[in-house]
């Protein structure tokens, strides 16, 4: 079993920054792929941004050259990093692990970009 639990959401005025963590604990394989996706208000859950251990790293266009993903694999741990936010960035954020056949979330995080 695997267990995520994120931090770091909050309320943050447009053009700031935010760092949300995401700790990782049970069996974790070797290879796998840690990210984040969001799920604003009557819209479907998007990825965020992705990173995988074998250094596959993807990000929604949205959120280009503003999030950087990160992961620190000795503490199983995935950030991102949110920069220049956007009222339109205001969501539920969720942190993922993606090994093998199974996907595991984590209860969310909100964050709330004022305009």
């Known amino acids: 079993q695997v267990q995520l639990v994120e931090s770091g959401g909050g309320l943050v005025q447009a053009g700031g920054s935010l760092r949300l963590s995401c700790a990782a604990s049970?069996?974790?394989?070797?290879?796998?792929?840690m990210g984040w996706y969001r799920q604003a208000p009557g819209k479907q859950r998007e990825l965020v941004a992705s990173?995988?251990?074998?250094?596959?790293?993807s990000y929604a266009d949205s959120v280009k050259g503003r999030f950087t993903i990160s992961r620190d694999n000795a503490k199983k741990t995935v950030y991102l990093q949110m920069n220049s936010l956007k009222s339109e960035d205001t969501a539920v954020y969720y942190c993922?692990?993606?090994?093998?056949?199974?996907?595991?979330w984590g209860q969310g995080t909100q964050v709330t970009v004022s305009s």
């Open positions: 990173d995988s251990t074998i250094g596959r790293i």
């Open positions: 993922n692990l993606g090994q093998r056949a199974y996907s595991y």
């Open positions: 049970g069996n974790i394989f070797s290879i796998n792929t």
